[in-house]
């Protein structure tokens, strides 16, 4: 028997599935913990939002809704993260995710209301609360605070990080799809439901989990590419 045979059979023996199969159930749970993460982390986040009293003003309960998911959604990203770059520490991800969040809820409001007022002057049949109006505005935002919150992040990252520009560009447009896809389930439950709004808090977070779920989506193969430099220092 030659050599590599039996290195292959001790490979086996030993492990009881080759390099390949290894990497891809490494691959399976690492998708399997970034969807869970993310869905966790946003149906939690999105009752606290909604339910948190501290302002019932508007524009100040955006913001809040902001900090409040960037705390929670935060840490629980960084404990994924960390299985590709180990070196990622889970305080400065978690206040990236903060300090995006506010940041990008302020951008986001301010760049909605600048597209807005100029849909509906190039069109009246663009209104703000039509159903184009509303589709455009929710998308934009989201796509501001995944912009945002994506810089943010990329400044966390360790210095030897690959592939940040993708990240970013994921990032935007999962935010950008996860805020669509909440709006878009609330409105057909509030159609199908009367008092939605005032509905049970298990509605909040199963708005939360389906936009978890599809920015997670939007974002695992980015996650997958975010490896580290072997060749720095």
Known sequence: MSPENVNSDNSREAGGVG???????????????????????????TPLSFLTTLSY??????????????AVVGPLQAWVIQRQLPRLRLWQWTLANIVGSYIGSWV???????????????????????????????????LVIGMV?????????????????????????GRSLGWLSAALLTWILSNAMDNFLDAHISWYILLGAVG?????????????????????P
Request: glycine share 12%; charged share 5%; no cysteine.
């Open 19 to 45: 390099p390949g199969l290894r990497r891809h159930s490494s691959s399976k749970e690492l998708l399997g913990l970034w969807f869970g993460a993310n869905v966790l982390g946003f149906a939690i986040a």
């Open 57 to 70: 003003q508007y524009f100040e309960a955006l913001y809040i809704a902001g900090l409040i998911i960037g």
């Open 108 to 142: 986001g409001l301010f760049a909605v209301g600048l597209l807005t007022f100029m849909a509906y002057s190039i069109s009246n049949a663009v209104q703000p609360d039509g159903m184009v109006g509303v589709v455009l505005g929710i998308s934009s935002y989201g």
């Open 149 to 173: 919150l994506g810089v943010a992040q990329i400044f966390s990252l360790p210095s030897q990080a690959q592939n940040v520009r993708y990240w970013w560009t994921a990032n935007a447009v």
């Open 212 to 232: 978890g779920a599809v920015y997670a989506g939007m974002t695992v193969k980015a996650l997958f590419n975010l490896n580290p430099n072997q060749l720095a």
